[in-house]
């Protein structure tokens, strides 16, 4: 949890990202983003739209 409240610091709150560019902040951390990305939204620090074109910080 420690190590997630850290990474969402990269992203701005207000603010929707494309797949694409969640992946590449992510990528800068290790290598494998999807799983970065996953825990990201399963411990509720961003939400994505149903088809998983953009993120956004959780409120």
Not at 1 to 27: A, C, D, S, T
């Amino acid at each position: 949890m420690i190590v997630l409240q850290h990474i969402i610091k990269r992203f701005e709150q207000n603010r929707i990202y494309p797949e694409k560019e969640v992946n590449g902040i992510l990528k800068t951390i290790y290598s494998d983003f999807a799983t970065i990305k996953r825990y990201l939204i399963e411990y509720n620090f961003m939400e994505r739209s149903k088809d998983c074109t953009e993120y956004w910080i959780k409120d």
